[in-house]
C-alpha cells in the first residue's frame, strides 16, 4: 500500500518531498486536489491519485494550471478543502485567477502548492513564486524538511480556512525532489457535506472593501505566524552574525556551520513563514547582532523585505551591516548548495578548511574532466520525437526557403539540441510556439518568405495552444501546425491527458479529438506516423508548398517509455556486419554521425556500426535510414 | 564487515538516465530508514530519460536530517552504475579514503556515437578510479541483468553486490518486504535473484 494512505500514526517513513506534502494534505482531510504535471511539482498529485478511491478523494490532471486552480477553489467555495500543486510557470498561468480569489476569499481551507525550480534543473526558465504571495496579499509558507513539507501542508489548510484566503506553500527542488524521514499522523475520517450558500455570493467586489479585508485577513495570519514552532533560532546569545535563512538553504547553512567550526559565533534565524514576516519574532533575534546575512533561493525576498523591517523598527534595532544578494556576498541567480554557504562563511570569518587534500581535489577534477566525456541530453532510444525532427530538418532542406520550427515545452524542446537536429529556433512558455507562428504568419505582407513550422505536444495542444489555434484560423496566419502526439505528458512522467482515455484515478474518460476539434476550426488537417519517415517527410514537404492558411499535421506515435513498459520492443534490430560497410560506405557515417540514437553505436575497432541490446528499444527507424540496408529489424 | 560508522556516512549512487538510479537510492534509503537511520536523499533527474547524467545523494545518519546535497570533498562511497559516471563524481566529490563499487559497462554519450568525443578504454578508467580511491569492486551487472532478460535489473544487482561488502547493513529481508510496498507480487522473485547474484559476483579490483 502507498505509504501516502498508510494508516499508521508514529511510523518514520522514507518519503519525498512531494509524497510528504500529499500526505499532509491526506492528514488535513482534503477532498478535491486538480494540477497540470511540472516538475519539480509533479508527484504531489501524482501520488494522490493513486490513492484517491481508497481515501474518499478526487483527483484530476487538469488541462492546465488555471483550471486546477479553478477546481480546487469550488470545492474550497461548497466548503471542502482543496489543494493545487504547481510548478513555477504553472503559477503565471494560474495567477489570474488566484489575484481575484485573494479578494473574493475561500470557505473550505485552499492550499496552493508552487514548487520552484532554482538553477532550472527541470525547467525553462529560473522564477521566484514568493513575490505572487506578496503580489496578492497571501499566506506563504516554506518547508526546509520532509517532516514539515507535511505539517506545513496540513497546518496550511487549517490557517486558509481561518482567515478565509488561500494559503500558499512554497517549495522547491531540493525539498520536492528529494527524500527523507517522515512521522505520519492520522488520517482524519470526519466527512463534511458540500453546499454552496447561494445567499453569499464569492465575489472581489467591491475591491474598496475587499481589499480593506485582505489585508486585515493578513494582520491576523502575522499574528499566528509570530508564535510558529516553523520559525526558530538557533546558536548562541550573541553571535557575531546572524544568518536569516529558510526553505532548504537552511540545512545547507547548519551543515556549512558545523563544518566551519562556528557553532559559538554564528547564529541561524530559520523562517518557515516568510510572508507576512512574524514581526515581533523577527524584532527579537534580529537584536543579536549587527552583521546579517541572507541564505535564499532564487531572489533576495527575505533580504528586502527584512531590510524594509529593520529601517521601520530602526529606533530599536539600531544600525544593521547587510550581507547578501545586493552586497555581492551571495550568488544573486541559482540554487544554493552548503559550498556556497561555505564558501561564503569562510571569506567572512577569514577561516581556512579543507574537505581533503588540495593535491587529492587538482588531480581528481583533472582526471574526471580528461576521461569523462560530458553527456549532453537526447532524445531516448526509440522516441518519436527523433524520427519526426529527423522528416522535418529533410523536408524543410527539401524546400529550400530557410524555413524553420517554432517550439515550446516538452520532451521535443530538445529539438533544440544536436539530438533533434538542432530544428527548434525558440521556446518560450506553454503553447508560445504557436502563438509565435501566427505573428509570424502575418509578416508576408511585409516581405517576408520563409515558411513557418510550428510544433507542440499533445498534452500541450489542450493545455495552451488551441486559443492560438483558433487565432490563427480567425486572422489567416499562414504556418504548417505539427502536433506531435505522443499519446502522454512524458517530459513529466507519463501523467494522462484529454487525449488518453483515462483519468488521473485510472478510470475510462472520453478521448477528446485533436484532428476533430482542429477541423472543427476550419483547418486542414492530416495525420501521419512518424515511423514512417519517408511518408511524414513527404507530407511535411507537400503541406509547406501548399501553402496559405493554417495547415495541421499530426504527427502520431505512442512515447517509447510508455510502450516499452506495456509491450517490450516492437521489433529485434541488428547491424548486418556484411552489409554494414562502415567507413568505406558514402553514407559518413549517417547512422551514428547524425541520426544519432543512443540504442546505435560505432565499434571503433570492427569500424562498423552496431545495436546496443542494452538501450535499443527496438523502434526500427534506423532500418529506413541506412542506405546500405545493413540495419535489420525483424518482428519481436 | 566494513560497516563504515562515520556520521553522516555520504553515498552517491550515479549512473545514466534510464538506468533505475532514483529506484535505487530509495530502495536502499527505506533500507536504512527501516535500520533505524535518518536518511536524506536528493535527486537529481531533471533530465532523466534523457540520456543525461543522474546522480542522487543520500546522506545516512544515526540522528539528524542532513542537507540533500553532500558537500565537495565529502563522499565516502560511490555507486557507480556506469564507469565513466562513478569517475565523473570524483572531480567534486571524491576524498582519498572513498569506497567505489562499479558496473563495468559502459553506456555510449551520444557525442561518442557520433563521433565528437572518444569512449575512454575501460581497463583506463578503472586504474583512475581506483588511484582515486580507498577500494574498488567490479560488478558486471549489465550483462549480468540482460542475461536475465532486462538490462533493468542491473540497479538491484548493483545493491545486492553493496551488500556482499559489507559497507553498509543491509539485509534480504528488508529488502523483500520494501520490494512487497513497490511492486506486484510476480516481480519480487526475480528482483531477490537480481540482488542474490550481485552478492555473489561483485569482485573487489586489481589491476
Known amino acids: 500500500m502507498s505509504l501516502i494512505a498508510k494508516d499508521a500514526p508514529g511510523q518514520q517513513v522514507l518519503l519525498m518531498g512531494n509524497e510528504a506534502i500529499a500526505r499532509g494534505a491526506v492528514e488535513a482531510g482534503v477532498k478535491v486536489c486538480a494540477a497540470y504535471p511540472g516538475n519539480p511539482s509533479s508527484e504531489i498529485i501524482g501520488s494522490l ?43 503565471n498561468v494560474a495567477s489570474d485567477f488566484l489575484l481575484n480569489l485573494n479578494l473574493s476569499g475561500t470557505k473550505g481551507g485552499l492550499v496552493v502548492v508552487v514548487c520552484d525550480d532554482p538553477s532550472a534543473l527541470s525547467s525553462s526558465n529560473e522564477e521566484d513564486s514568493r513575490a505572487y504571495a506578496k503580489l496578492g496579499d497571501l499566506p506563504l509558507l516554506e518547508p526546509s524538511t520532509f517532516q514539515e513539507a507535511k505539517d506545513m501542508t496540513k497546518w496550511a489548510f487549517e490557517l486558509s480556512e481561518e482567515l ?133 533561493e532564487v531572489d533576495p525576498f527575505l533580504e528586502e523585505n527584512v531590510k524594509a523591517f529593520c529601517a521601520e523598527n530602526g529606533d530599536e534595532l539600531g544600525m544593521k551591516t547587510f550581507l547578501g544578494k545586493a552586497s555581492g556576498d551571495m550568488p544573486d541567480i541559482g540554487e544554493m548548495n552548503p559550498d556556497i554557504v561555505t564558501e561564503t562563511l569562510k571569506r567572512i570569518f577569514r577561516v581556512s578548511y579543507e574537505p581533503r587534500p588540495s ?20 532524445f531516448c532510444a526509440g522516441c518519436p520525437h527523433r524520427a519526426t525532427y529527423w522528416a522535418v530538418k529533410n523536408a524543410l532542406a527539401m524546400d529550400g526557403r530557410d524555413g524553420f520550427v517554432l517550439g515550446d515545452i516538452g520532451c521535443y524542446t530538445l529539438g533544440i539540441a544536436p539530438a ?83 483519468t488521473a484515478m485510472g478510470q475510462e474518460a472520453p478521448v477528446v479529438d485533436i484532428e476533430g476539434l482542429c477541423r472543427a476550426l476550419g483547418a486542414h488537417v492530416e495525420a501521419v506516423d512518424p515511423f514512417q519517415v519517408t511518408e511524414t517527410t513527404h507530407t511535411i514537404y507537400r503541406l509547406l508548398q501548399k501553402g496559405k492558411g493554417l495547415r495541421v499535421l499530426v504527427v502520431r506515435r505512442e512515447c517509447a517509455l510508455v510502450r516499452g513498459k506495456r509491450e517490450g520492443k516492437l521489433f529485434q534490430v541488428r547491424v548486418d556486419q556484411q552489409r554494414c560497410i562502415g567507413i568505406d560506405c558514402g553514407c559518413n557515417r549517417l547512422c551514428t554521425r547524425v541520426f544519432k540514437c543512443p540504442g546505435l553505436v560505432w565499434d571503433p575497432e570492427t569500424g562498423k556500426a552496431r545495436v546496443d541490446e542494452a538501450i535499443c528499444t527496438g523502434c526500427g527507424v534506423c532500418a529506413e535510414i541506412c542506405p546500405s540496408s545493413a540495419i535489420i529489424k525483424e518482428v519481436a | 564487515m566494513l560497516l563504515l560508522e562515520k556520521d553522516p556516512l555520504n553515498v552517491i549512487i550515479t549512473g545514466v538516465g534510464g538506468q533505475g538510479n532514483v529506484l535505487a537510492s530509495q530502495i ?15 535527486e537529481t533527474y531533471g533530465a532523466s530519460q534523457r540520456g543525461g547524467s543522474v546522480m542522487s545523494h543520500l546522506r545516512i545518519s544515526h540522528k539528524d536530517q542532513f542537507s540533500p546535497l553532500i558537500p565537495q570533498g565529502l563522499c565516502d562511497l560511490v555507486v557507480g552504475l556506469e564507469p565513466v559516471e562513478a569517475l565523473r563524481v570524483l572531480g567534486p566529490y571524491g576524498n582519498p579514503g572513498v569506497l567505489m563499487i562499479v558496473n563495468t559497462r559502459p553506456i555510449h554519450p551520444i557525442d561518442v556515437i557520433s563521433g565528437d568525443a572518444q569512449y575512454p578504454d575501460l581497463e583506463q578508467v578503472l586504474k583512475e578510479i581506483r588511484s582515486l580511491s580507498r577500494r574498488l569492486w ?42 512487497g510496498e513497490l511492486f506486484p507480487p510476480e516481480r519480487i522473485p526475480a528482483n531477490l535473484e537480481a540482488y542474490d547474484k550481485g552478492r555473489e559476483a561483485v569482485q573487489e579490483y586489481s589491476p
Open chain 1, 49 to 91: 491519485a493513486q490513492v484517491g478511491e481508497d481515501l474518499g478523494i478526487y483527483v484530476e490532471w487538469s488541462v492546465n494550471e488555471k483550471v486546477a486552480l479553478e477546481i480546487s477553489a469550488a470545492a474550497s467555495f461548497a466548503g471542502l478543502r482543496g489543494l493545487t500543486a504547481m510548478k513555477q510557470n504553472g503559477l
Open chain 1, 164 to 296: 478565509g484566503i488561500p494559503c500558499m506553500l512554497r517549495s522547491v527542488t531540493r525539498v520536492s525532489h528529494a527524500r527523507g524521514n517522515v512521522k505520519l499522523g492520522e488520517i482524519p475520517k470526519d466527512v463534511r457535506e458540500p453546499h454552496f450558500d447561494t445567499t453569499h455570493p464569492i465575489i472581489p467586489l467591491p475591491v474598496a472593501w475587499t481589499h480593506r479585508s485582505l489585508h486585515d485577513k493578513l494582520a491576523k495570519c502575522r499574528e499566528r505566524f509570530e508564535t510558529s514552532s516553523f520559525n526558530i533560532y538557533q546558536g548562541p546569545e550573541k553571535p557575531e552574525l546572524l544568518v536569516v535563512t529558510c526553505g532548504s538553504s537552511w540545512l545547507y547553512v547548519r551543515e556549512a556551520v558545523h563544518n566551519l567550526g562556528l557553532e559559538d559565533r554564528v547564529g541561524v534565524v530559520k523562517l518557515g513563514t516568510t510572508w507576512p514576516l512574524p514581526g515581533d519574532f523577527l524584532r527579537r533575534h534580529l537584536k543579536r547582532a549587527a552583521r546579517i546575512l541572507f541564505v535564499e
Open chain 1, 359 to 378: 593535491e587529492y581535489a587538482q588531480n581528481a577534477t583533472q582526471i574526471a574532466l580528461q576521461h569523462a566525456p560530458m553527456r549532453q541530453l537526447g
Open chain 1, 420 to 502: 533533434g537536429f538542432s530544428q527548434v529556433k525558440t521556446f518560450h512558455a506553454m503553447g508560445s510556439g504557436t502563438g509565435l507562428a501566427n505573428g509570424f504568419g502575418q509578416l508576408e505582407r511585409f516581405g517576408f518568405h520563409q515558411p513557418i513550422i510550428a510544433v507542440c505536444g499533445d498534452s500541450t495542444f489542450y493545455h495552451a495552444a488551441v486559443p492560438a489555434l483558433i487565432n490563427a484560423q480567425y486572422n489567416r496566419a499562414d504556418f504548417l501546425m505539427l502536433i506531435l502526439d505522443n499519446s502522454a505528458t512524458s517530459m513529466t512522467g507519463f501523467q494522462p491527458h484529454p487525449g488518453t482515455g483515462r
Open chain 2, 28 to 42: 536502499l534509503g527505506q533500507m536504512l530508514v527501516q535500520k533505524g537511520y535518518v536518511v536524506t536523499i536528493g
Open chain 2, 138 to 179: 567490479t560488478v558486471q551487472a549489465t550483462d549480468m541483468a540482460l542475461e536475465m532478460g532486462d538490462p533493468l535489473f542491473s540497479n538491484i544487482i548493483m545493491l545486492g553486490a553493496l551488500s556482499a561488502t559489507g559497507i553498509l547493513p543491509l539485509e534480504r529481508e528488508d529488502l523483500e518486504r520494501i520490494l
